[in-house]
């Protein structure tokens, strides 16, 4: 229990530190001036996307977070038996770490509004995104080729669902950056394509971190962190 709520409160650390950075803490009636003097306290268009790609990345960390509670609470069951982790998810995991460096250097070049650039880097981060999903189709035929089932045992059923769901997180956000890369090569109004690129790093951002915990479970290092959890709660 000690092991959930230490988790729970990360997530939530990093939930909070990321709305603050969008002046949601700020007090506009301490603000000295004109109301028409601050623009930054505008309700712009900016600012609304990003706090509603916050609410949905807190949702998102909200289902997460119980998913990997249950895990912790079910890993000492007398009928699991951990899976074996394919190596095609090391190659996996570092296919979307680059797809998420490369959405990071589509943010800068969307900055420098150098639109050729931008454009490589968009293509690369979706690229890398599509073979992420198709290596983790892989892994699921390896393991189901050698034996592990869907109902096999509770280690299984864990493996799937929880990787399943992360892939579909995944496919959603592949059909808004692709979306992002047509209007990056269409439109002249630069600010919404800079605007889009940025909601779609961030969220490849959370999505890379939501995955290499999920990694770090199936691999089996979520037993050390529940040993670690406890000698610091004792």
Same mark, same amino acid.
């Given at each position: 229990m000690s092991a959930i709520l230490i988790f729970m409160a990360g997530i939530a650390g990093i939930i909070i530190w990321w709305m603050a950075g969008q002046r949601l803490t700020s007090k506009?009636?301490?603000?000295a001036g004109l109301a028409g003097d601050a623009p930054e306290m505008r309700?712009?268009? %900016?600012?609304?996307?990003? #706090?509603?790609?916050?609410i949905f990345l807190a949702v998102a960390g909200a289902l997460f977070t119980l998913l990997v509670s249950a895990y912790l609470t079910r890993l000492g069951g007398s009928d699991w038996w951990s899976i074996p982790i394919p190596r095609v998810l090391w190659v996996n995991t570092a296919t979307l770490a680059a797809s998420s460096v490369a959405l990071?250097?589509?943010?800068?070049e969307a900055r420098l509004d150098r639109g050729d650039v931008l454009n490589t880097a968009l293509a690369v981060a979706f690229v890398l995104a599509v073979l992420?999903?198709?290596?983790?189709?892989? %892994?699921?035929?390896?393991? #189901?080729?050698a034996g592990y089932v869907l109902a096999d045992n509770p280690s299984?059923?864990?493996?799937?669902m929880i990787t399943g769901l992360h892939g579909l997180h995944i496919l959603g956000g592949l059909f808004v950056l692709g979306r992002t890369t047509i209007r990056a090569r269409t439109s002249r109004v630069r600010a919404k394509v800079s605007l889009s690129v940025?909601?779609?790093?961030?969220?490849?951002h959370f999505m890379l971190v939501v995955w290499l915990?999920?990694?770090?479970?199936?691999?089996?290092?979520?037993?050390?962190?529940?040993d670690l959890c406890r000698q610091l709660v004792t």
């Open positions: 506009p009636w301490l603000e309700g712009s268009p %900016a600012t609304a996307a990003k #706090v509603g790609l916050g990071q250097w589509a943010k800068t992420f999903l198709g290596g983790q189709v892989l %892994a699921w035929r390896q393991l #189901v080729s299984n059923s864990f493996f799937y940025d909601l779609c790093a961030i969220y490849w915990i999920l990694f770090a479970l199936f691999a089996g290092w979520a037993n050390s962190f529940v």
